[in-house]
């Protein structure tokens, strides 16, 4: 089940439709956006997003949208992002959709086509960024154009956020969601830079919704000793201390906890699974799973992670001389919270595991809440229907990211926000942040028509 592997990668894309109703043929102008999008180099050590957000909002302009309503704002000239309003009737409070417009670094020598081209080739097109997230950023730029060329009228306004920064510091989505919370506001968010058409040998198999993410913790763990000459070892040892308490760490199983995504997941995930793993997976998801059950759903990684809290020692400092008993030994603990659970009871917890009050816990900087997303119909039902007439017969369930999205920062600030890429990405093949990152050109191609079709819907 290697294709269900892929849970570690955060981000998604989109796609456009065949025949035209516009005054072009959309594919040719969802592709020549695409083509844009990824020949800007929009990466840190090239300035970032502040060419590539000037572009986007151009073409919304160009298109009819008024200047009022195409903003290019951020916290900094290199994380600015775009936010426009594509003005509806008002009936239903608004819906924000979202992408993200920079990209990781890419290196040419190691590339076999230039990473900031757009290149087609043997059905794929190449290129940094065509899948996280320059498809997604090109699919909604395109249907906005599109749409607005076509007279549409939505009943409720969308809002187009693409931020500037996710790659490194998400600043662009922070700033978005404290800053600019009123333009915002909207009844949920769709954001094209998580979940998955998850995909093999170009054949879509499951319609993958991201509405939950694990949240991101570090402790330091640190002893102090007074220490002394190594010729004269004493009972008490910082380095002994600490490696008690981190093999106490070690052994403590955090409790299972589902929440609605996970839920889903296992439910409906399960079908993909060996018969044995699939009856714990429906039994978890029911709420009778045996001992037996949870003892075999942790046995995977991925599915362990996605029923408990993680914390694991990733980083250790002890000792300044050879001959000297270490007078400080300390220890970098990562955690990976279910967004359900407190993370400040979770260091409390890790306290209490260490059994050692000599051994000193402290939080670098905060964790930022992102409590997980409900599966609520207004979302969802709209994206049943519209995925199953863009990837019919192919299930949709909910999923947890184990990483975080510019979906953060909105979670945050209580805006409901479901990752839909509607992009197919091959999951035994994924190569975002890679070399040589590509999707497939009907892919693409059927993200936008994906997002032309669900804009309509809502
Ligand atoms: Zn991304």
Redo the contacts with the bound molecule.
């Keep these: 089940m290697t294709w269900l592997q892929r849970f570690a990668v ?2 998604a894309v989109l796609g456009i439709a065949p025949l035209a109703t516009g005054q072009e043929n959309p594919r040719a102008l969802a592709r020549e956006i695409y083509s844009d999008l990824v020949g800007i180099q929009s990466t840190a050590s090239h300035g970032g997003s502040a060419e590539i957000a000037k572009y986007a909002a151009r073409r919304l302009v160009e298109a009819g949208f008024s200047e009022q309503d195409v903003q290019v704002v951020g916290p900094n000239p290199a994380a600015v992002g775009v936010l426009a309003r594509f003005r509806g009737r008002g009936e239903r409070e608004p819906v924000l959709v979202l992408a ?1 417009l920079d990209v990781v670094e890419a290196l040419p020598e190691h590339w076999s086509t230039p990473p900031f081209e757009l290149v087609e080739k043997d059905g794929f097109f190449y290129g940094r960024g065509t899948a ?2 320059k498809a997604g950023a090109a699919a909604l730029l395109a249907n906005f154009i599109r749409l607005k060329r076509e007279g549409f009228e939505p009943s409720r306004d969308f809002i187009l956020m693409l931020t500037g920064d ?2 490194t510091d998400m600043n662009s989505a922070a700033y978005f969601a404290n800053e600019k919370r009123d333009l915002i506001d909207a009844a949920f968010a769709f954001n094209t ?1 998580g979940g998955m058409v998850e995909s093999s040998n170009g054949k879509p198999l499951a319609f993958v919704v991201q509405a939950a993410e694990k949240v991101y913790l570090t402790m330091r763990l640190e002893v102090t000793n007074s220490g002394g000459h190594s010729s004269r070892p004493r009972a008490d040892n910082a380095i002994y201390e600490l490696a008690e308490a981190l093999l106490r760490l070690r052994a403590h199983q955090f409790p299972v906890s589902l929440n609605d995504a996970t839920r889903n997941y296992f439910d409906q995930a399960a079908q993909f699974y060996e018969p044995e793993m699939a009856a714990a997976m429906r039994a978890l998801a029911e709420g009778r799973a045996s001992e037996t059950d949870i003892a075999r759903l942790d046995s995977s990684v991925q599915l362990r992670t996605l029923m408990r809290t993680t914390c694991v020692a990733t980083q250790l400092e002890a000792g300044h001389a050879e001959n000297a008993l270490p007078q400080m030994a300390a220890a970098t603990v990562n955690c990976r919270i279910l967004p359900q659970e407190s993370p400040d009871e979770i260091v409390a917890t890790v306290r209490r595991v260490l059994a050692n009050d000599a051994v000193r816990v402290t939080v670098p900087y905060a964790a930022i809440a992102s409590p997980p997303t409900p599966l609520t119909p207004d979302a969802m039902a709209p994206v049943r229907k519209i995925a199953a007439e863009v990837f019919p017969g192919v299930p949709v369930f909910a999923e947890m990211g184990a990483g975080a ?1 510019d979906a953060l920062y909105l979670r945050n600030v209580g805006i409901r926000t479901y990752g839909v890429s509607g992009l197919a990405e091959e999951t035994d093949d994924i190569r975002h942040h890679g070399r040589d990152e590509r999707v497939r050109v009907e892919a693409f191609y059927d993200c936008v028509e994906f997002w032309y079709r669900l804009l309509r819907a809502l």
């Design positions: 955060g981000c993200h996280d997230n996710e790659e830079d999205t």
